[in-house]
Each structure stands twice: as structure tokens, then as C-alpha cells.
């Protein structure tokens, strides 16, 4: 398969991995959704002068972008690494381990440089939550990239 289209692929299979990951923590913790995409997809609509309509309708417009946003984030993290790694074949911690940074980088620094979040200022527990799904993206969009390749 294209190394292209293996990212693509690869990077679907692992933002369904972070999204599993991130869904059990907070049936564990029983925590909430984070509201840092919606608090994203605002900032952008405002600086893009974009109206996403009045009440209800564009909370949940906020909340879907948002959570495409995330699938774009691991679609280009996949894609951007299939692209780097050519015909190399990465060992698995080194491929598990880029992937998960680009991921990482991908949501929090677009996020932290909005003014949305400021990792400088999370918690080990914050820190674990937004370690933990990236590195289960990270494993498994290696897993499926290499599957494909092969």
C-alpha cells in the first residue's frame, strides 16, 4: 500500500485508539469532556469571522468541529510520519514514540499557542491524561502503518 494512504489509514486507526483510551479514562474517573476543542474551534471561528449560529446549534457545531479537528490531528500526525520515514522501517519504540509526539504536538501546541490550555501549568494528572491516549495513538497507528506496509 502508498505510504500515503497507509498514514491516512493508520492515522484513523489510531485517533479510534486515543479516543478509546480517553472515553475509559473518564468512565474510570468518571470525569467530563474536555471543553479545550470547543474553547479551539471558537477562538478559530471568531479570528476566521465565522458564525456558527445562536444557542444550542453552535455549542454542537463547536463540539463536532472539535472533535474533527481531532481526527484531522491524527490523520496528519499518520501522514506526516508515513512522508518522514520513506523507505525506512523504523524500530517500534522509535516509530511508536514519533508518533505519539506528533500527535501530542499536533493537539496541544496549536492549543497552548490559542491560549486554550497551558501544559506548563497541568498537573501529573493532566499530564497522564493527555500522555496516556497519545501513546495508545502512538502504538497503534505504528501497528497499523507497519501492517500495511508489509
Given at each position: 500500500m502508498h505510504r500515503l494512504a497507509a498514514g491516512l489509514v493508520a492515522g484513523a486507526v489510531g485517533t479510534s485508539a486515543l479516543?478509546?483510551?480517553t472515553y475509559l479514562d473518564m468512565v474510570i474517573r468518571a470525569r467530563g469532556a474536555s471543553s479545550t476543542p470547543e474553547q479551539a474551534v471558537e477562538k478559530m471561528t471568531n479570528?476566521?469571522?465565522?458564525?456558527?449560529?445562536?444557542?444550542?446549534?453552535?455549542?454542537?457545531?463547536?463540539?463536532?468541529?472539535?472533535?474533527?479537528?481531532?481526527?484531522?490531528?491524527g490523520a496528519g500526525a499518520a501522514?506526516?510520519?508515513?512522508?518522514?520515514?520513506?523507505?525506512?522501517?523504523p524500530s517500534w519504540p522509535v516509530g511508536v514514540l514519533a508518533l505519539t509526539a506528533m500527535a501530542m504536538a499536533g493537539s496541544d501546541a496549536p492549543l497552548t499557542l490559542a491560549g486554550v490550555t497551558d501544559?506548563?501549568?497541568?498537573?501529573?494528572?493532566?499530564?497522564?491524561?493527555?500522555?496516556?491516549?497519545?501513546?495508545?495513538?502512538?502504538?497503534?497507528?505504528?501497528?497499523a502503518y507497519e501492517l500495511?506496509?508489509?
Open positions: 479516543n478509546v483510551a479570528l476566521a469571522d465565522v458564525d456558527l449560529g445562536d444557542g444550542e446549534r453552535a455549542e454542537n457545531r463547536k463540539q463536532a468541529l472539535g472533535a474533527l479537528l481531532g481526527y484531522a490531528t501522514l506526516t510520519y508515513g512522508l518522514l520515514s520513506g523507505r525506512r522501517r501544559p506548563r501549568r497541568w498537573s501529573v494528572t493532566d499530564w497522564v491524561s493527555d500522555v496516556v491516549p497519545h501513546l495508545a495513538y502512538g502504538i497503534t497507528a505504528y501497528a500495511l506496509r508489509s
